[in-house]
């Protein structure tokens, strides 16, 4: 049983909840965001490369209004017990696809059910001595329920990440959802959602703004597919199919994102996912797909992050976040 696909490479693996953005400062950014190696706790979600001393005692907690009724959420929390190496990163991501009425092959009413997905984690990073390069790793269980069928997996995120502190530019790359399902829904294995993820970021030197640029779903290429509403036809009614070019193949890959003031108290954020853009555009109506944007502020022992992302004319999504220190 194939779940939704979120705008995701869907259609061809389960579980595809686990590639949702992880924190509305990275939902601003465009999504995807993994070359963050500062406070944020929920970074180690995505990247678990960027866990570090800084996220010591830092607890998160997310919730978005997803699309369609449905929400999801994540939590993040980060304990430092040797400031040298020893930091461990604990998180959740939880999805409800919200209540669904239920029919049996005769269209007889079998009553409601609902749905909903889980997944678990641990992680930890370690800087390789004597260089600039930090590597970490995450564990996940996954747990799902879609009405009556119940899956069981378990699945490991790899991250890489070089700082230049000079420069202060970041590199990282993830390989992420590498697993299986232990249980199946009706015993058909199915993939999980790998995806490969490479991003860039540096702090202009002069202006307090960061910019990110990230590559999404390396693994597959290409990624674009016609749409059969953008077909044309001729005098003689032949038709001709969408052609995607090479540039458009780049641009679906392609997220890029600013932080301004990323390092104070308030920050402004925005961001633009050229896929989302490409394949949620309408014809003939300009209605900013792709585009997101967000402000973070903190309050003494307390941050507090919010995210918009447009998605069509019809849906958008509103993220929240707050994050506490705990020391």
Excluded: C
Excluded at 164 to 182: K, S, V
Aim: hydrophobic share 40%; net charge negative.
């Amino acid at each position: 049983m194939t779940v939704f696909s979120f705008a995701q490479v869907g259609g061809e693996a389960t579980f595809q909840f686990l590639n949702l953005v992880s924190s509305p400062r990275q939902a601003a950014l465009g999504g995807k965001i993994i070359t963050n190696y500062d406070y944020d706790v929920t970074g180690g979600l995505f990247n678990p490369a960027s866990i570090n001393d800084q996220m010591d005692n830092q607890l998160a907690v997310n919730y978005s209004s997803y699309l369609g009724g449905i929400s999801y959420g994540t939590a993040a929390y980060a304990y430092t017990w040797d400031r040298h190496v020893q930091t461990l990163h604990i998180g959740m991501t939880y999805i409800n696809y919200g209540e669904f009425d239920g029919y049996d092959q005769n269209g007889v009413s079998t009553g409601t059910f609902t749905g909903n997905e889980a997944a678990l984690s641990a992680g930890y990073a370690y800087q390789i001595p004597f260089t600039d390069f930090y590597i970490g790793a995450n564990a996940k269980i996954i747990t799902s329920k879609l009405e009556q069928y119940n899956s069981i997996g378990i699945a490991a995120d790899l991250g890489a990440m070089y700082i230049n502190e000079r420069l202060d530019f970041h590199a990282a790359l993830t390989i992420r959802n590498i697993g299986t399902q232990i249980v199946t829904y009706a015993g058909l294995n199915e993939k999980l959602p790998l995806e490969i993820d490479l991003g860039l970021s540096q702090t202009l030197e002069n202006v307090p703004l960061r910019w990110h640029l990230t590559f999404e779903n390396l693994q597959r290429w290409p990624i674009a597919v016609s749409n059969p509403a953008r077909a044309t036809t001729d005098l003689d009614g032949n038709q001709t199919q969408e052609e995607v070019g090479f540039l458009s193949e780049v641009l679906r890959h392609t997220i890029i994102g600013a932080e301004l003031f990323p390092e104070r108290g308030f920050s402004i954020r925005m961001g633009y996912n050229f896929r989302r853009a490409e394949e949620l555009r309408i014809e003939e109506q300009r209605n900013f797909s792709g585009l997101s944007f967000g402000i973070g502020v903190k309050l003494n022992k307390m941050r507090f992050s919010y995210s918009h992302a447009r998605y069509s004319s019809a849906s958008n999504t509103s993220f929240f976040g707050l994050q506490i220190d705990l020391r």
